[in-house]
Nanobody, 120 residues
Framework: VQLVESGGGPVQAGGSLRLSCVVSGGSFSGKCMGWFRQAPGKQREGVAR????????YYADSVKGRFTISKDNARKTLYLEMNMLKPEDTAMYYC???????????????WGQGTQVTVS
Protein backbone atom coordinates (compact mmCIF):
# COMPACT_ATOMS: atom_id res chain seq x y z
CA VAL A 1 0.00 0.00 0.00
CA GLN A 2 1.34 3.41 -0.96
CA LEU A 3 0.03 6.75 0.19
CA VAL A 4 0.95 10.02 -1.49
CA GLU A 5 -0.04 13.36 0.01
CA SER A 6 -0.24 16.69 -1.74
CA GLY A 7 -1.71 20.13 -1.25
CA GLY A 8 0.47 21.60 1.45
CA GLY A 9 2.23 24.93 1.22
CA PRO A 10 2.49 28.37 2.77
CA VAL A 11 -0.71 30.17 3.72
CA GLN A 12 -1.63 33.23 5.74
CA ALA A 13 -3.44 32.91 9.03
CA GLY A 14 -7.16 32.69 8.43
CA GLY A 15 -6.65 31.08 5.06
CA SER A 16 -7.52 27.64 3.75
CA LEU A 17 -5.80 24.64 2.25
CA ARG A 18 -6.99 21.28 0.99
CA LEU A 19 -4.76 18.26 1.44
CA SER A 20 -5.16 15.11 -0.63
CA CYS A 21 -3.87 11.58 -0.10
CA VAL A 22 -4.05 9.06 -2.92
CA VAL A 23 -3.97 5.37 -2.04
CA SER A 24 -2.52 2.78 -4.38
CA GLY A 25 -1.61 -0.87 -4.16
CA GLY A 26 -4.33 -1.90 -1.79
CA SER A 27 -8.03 -1.92 -1.05
CA PHE A 28 -9.64 1.33 0.03
CA SER A 29 -12.54 -0.37 1.75
CA GLY A 30 -12.76 -1.84 5.19
CA LYS A 31 -10.20 0.53 6.63
CA CYS A 32 -9.80 3.73 8.52
CA MET A 33 -7.74 6.56 7.19
CA GLY A 34 -6.42 9.47 9.10
CA TRP A 35 -4.46 12.67 9.04
CA PHE A 36 -1.67 13.25 11.51
CA ARG A 37 0.69 16.16 11.96
CA GLN A 38 4.05 16.77 13.54
CA ALA A 39 5.57 20.14 14.27
CA PRO A 40 9.29 20.56 14.96
CA GLY A 41 10.13 19.49 18.49
CA LYS A 42 6.65 18.12 19.11
CA GLN A 43 5.11 14.70 19.13
CA ARG A 44 3.01 13.53 16.24
CA GLU A 45 -0.69 14.06 16.88
CA GLY A 46 -3.81 12.73 15.29
CA VAL A 47 -5.85 15.39 13.54
CA ALA A 48 -8.79 13.53 12.05
CA ARG A 49 -9.76 10.08 10.89
CA UNK A 50 -12.55 8.49 8.89
CA UNK A 51 -13.84 4.97 8.36
CA UNK A 52 -13.84 4.28 4.64
CA UNK A 53 -17.00 2.16 4.71
CA UNK A 54 -19.24 3.90 7.27
CA UNK A 55 -17.86 7.42 6.86
CA UNK A 56 -17.75 7.87 10.64
CA UNK A 57 -15.33 10.62 11.56
CA TYR A 58 -13.26 11.78 14.51
CA TYR A 59 -11.56 15.13 15.02
CA ALA A 60 -9.04 16.39 17.51
CA ASP A 61 -10.45 19.18 19.66
CA SER A 62 -7.87 21.59 18.27
CA VAL A 63 -9.32 21.36 14.75
CA LYS A 64 -13.03 20.79 15.35
CA GLY A 65 -15.13 23.24 13.40
CA ARG A 66 -12.19 24.24 11.19
CA PHE A 67 -11.05 21.02 9.48
CA THR A 68 -13.13 18.53 7.54
CA ILE A 69 -12.00 15.04 6.57
CA SER A 70 -13.62 13.36 3.60
CA LYS A 71 -13.00 10.60 1.10
CA ASP A 72 -13.71 9.60 -2.45
CA ASN A 73 -13.87 5.82 -2.54
CA ALA A 74 -13.95 5.68 -6.34
CA ARG A 75 -10.76 7.74 -6.57
CA LYS A 76 -9.24 6.08 -3.49
CA THR A 77 -8.45 9.53 -2.20
CA LEU A 78 -8.59 11.05 1.26
CA TYR A 79 -8.98 14.78 1.78
CA LEU A 80 -8.49 17.26 4.59
CA GLU A 81 -10.14 20.63 4.10
CA MET A 82 -8.48 23.09 6.46
CA ASN A 83 -10.12 26.46 7.10
CA MET A 84 -9.39 29.34 9.48
CA LEU A 85 -5.79 28.19 9.67
CA LYS A 86 -3.69 29.34 12.59
CA PRO A 87 0.10 29.56 13.00
CA GLU A 88 -0.12 26.66 15.45
CA ASP A 89 -1.40 24.47 12.60
CA THR A 90 2.06 24.67 11.04
CA ALA A 91 3.40 21.13 10.76
CA MET A 92 4.20 18.28 8.43
CA TYR A 93 0.94 16.53 7.68
CA TYR A 94 0.84 12.79 7.06
CA CYS A 95 -1.94 10.49 5.98
CA UNK A 96 -2.19 6.96 7.30
CA UNK A 97 -4.28 3.92 6.52
CA UNK A 98 -4.90 0.63 8.27
CA UNK A 99 -7.35 -1.17 10.51
CA UNK A 100 -9.30 1.39 12.51
CA UNK A 101 -7.75 0.45 15.85
CA UNK A 102 -4.27 1.02 14.43
CA UNK A 103 -5.17 4.38 12.93
CA UNK A 104 -6.83 5.48 16.17
CA UNK A 105 -3.73 4.59 18.17
CA UNK A 106 -1.29 6.08 15.67
CA UNK A 107 0.28 2.71 14.94
CA UNK A 108 -0.73 2.43 11.30
CA UNK A 109 1.54 0.33 9.14
CA UNK A 110 1.03 2.52 6.09
CA TRP A 111 2.05 6.18 5.96
CA GLY A 112 2.59 8.79 3.32
CA GLN A 113 5.73 10.86 3.02
CA GLY A 114 4.09 14.01 4.34
CA THR A 115 3.23 17.43 3.03
CA GLN A 116 4.32 20.63 4.78
CA VAL A 117 1.79 23.23 5.89
CA THR A 118 3.16 26.57 7.01
CA VAL A 119 0.80 29.21 8.40
CA SER A 120 2.14 32.71 8.99
Amino acid sequence: VQLVESGGGPVQAGGSLRLSCVVSGGSFSGKCMGWFRQAPGKQREGVARIATDSGNTYYADSVKGRFTISKDNARKTLYLEMNMLKPEDTAMYYCAADQCQRVASGTSRYWGQGTQVTVS
